[in-house]
């Protein structure tokens, strides 16, 4: 603790307990530790505090009109400290997170529930957006954790694979010949798309030109459209885990992935919740 916050508290107790002997004990001083402390804030104020009667202490005006401004102080004190541990306590955190909607589906509900059982007091914050929106959060500080579909460079940032998965094609069904699998990109020249907003990198990719007739962001929507014959759609496999719609899924004849990349701060700037999580989310890495 600040020395001069120690003297205004021995000021703040004395002036309480009406003795610098108490004052002390209270405080964890000896006495004469206490009186110099006292002393020494009234040379350094240029009043003095109390006036002195053999053991005895009385508040001077001057004491009295201080003692209020210095309990105030010793409050906020008092009060910054426990902010101060807080902040050093995983249980009274906050982790954002900014992901696609794949990835906060299928990769994140695991880990962040193991991550809220253990720290049901941590405040966690999930943003399903793009990869670009992503990035900028975390640029901007507003996001410890971002996915993202390319390496992340800057000062203090960290970026590593954390999934890969295989693009695949969704058509209506019986769409192509059942014989036509896996599927040449040529034969993609020519189809409307219903682009997903995670892989439509991909897509431009593979095909200079594509006809698209909408792009989404929701899977299922998505899904929805293709089963519905609007048009076909290039999705990430991981996105297809557990769907029950009437769609036919196939292989490019060139086989095409998507690696999406965790990126955040390295761990010593990250918070201990934050820290804490990054170990959660170690265990969904492929």
């Not at 002997?21 to 006495?31: S, W």
């Not at 460079?153 to 970026?159: A, N, T």
């Not at 682009?195 to 899904?223: G, N």
């Amino acid at each position: 603790m600040d020395a001069r916050i120690q003297k205004i508290e021995a000021f703040v107790a004395t002036a309480r307990l009406g003795s610098l002997t108490r004052a002390a004990r209270q405080l964890g001083f000896t006495q004469s530790t206490a009186s110099r402390m006292v002393s020494s804030l009234e040379d350094e104020w240029g009043v003095r505090l109390f006036d002195r009667r053999g053991p005895l202490l009385s508040l001077t005006a001057e004491g009295a009109r201080l003692l209020p401004d210095a309990r105030a102080v010793c409050e906020a004190s008092l009060g910054l400290e426990r902010s101060i541990r807080g902040l050093r306590d995983v249980e009274t955190g906050a982790v954002c997170v900014a992901a696609p909607s794949s990835i906060m589906s299928r990769r994140l509900a695991g880990p962040l529930g193991r991550f809220v059982t253990e720290h049901p007091k941590v405040e966690i914050s999930l943003f399903e957006c793009t990869y670009q929106e992503a990035e900028q959060m975390l640029r901007d500080g507003r996001a410890d954790f971002s996915f993202v579909a390319s390496r992340v460079e800057g000062p203090g940032l960290v970026c590593a694979p954390f999934d890969r998965d295989e693009i695949v094609v969704v058509t209506p069904m019986g769409h192509f010949a059942e014989d036509v699998d896996p599927i040449p990109v040529q034969r993609l020249l020519d189809e409307r798309f219903i682009v997903d907003t995670e892989t439509a990198p991909v897509l431009q990719r593979e095909l200079t030109s594509p006809l698209i007739r909408c792009t989404i962001s929701d899977i299922t929507a998505i899904l929805a459209l293709v089963e519905a014959g609007l048009g076909i759609s290039l999705l990430p496999s991981l996105a297809l885990e557990r769907l029950g719609h009437h769609v036919e899924v196939h292989h490019l004849e060139v086989p095409a992935h998507r690696t999406v990349y965790l990126a955040h701060r390295r761990e010593r700037e990250l918070s201990l919740a934050a820290t804490s999580f990054l170990g959660h989310l170690g265990s969904e890495r492929r």
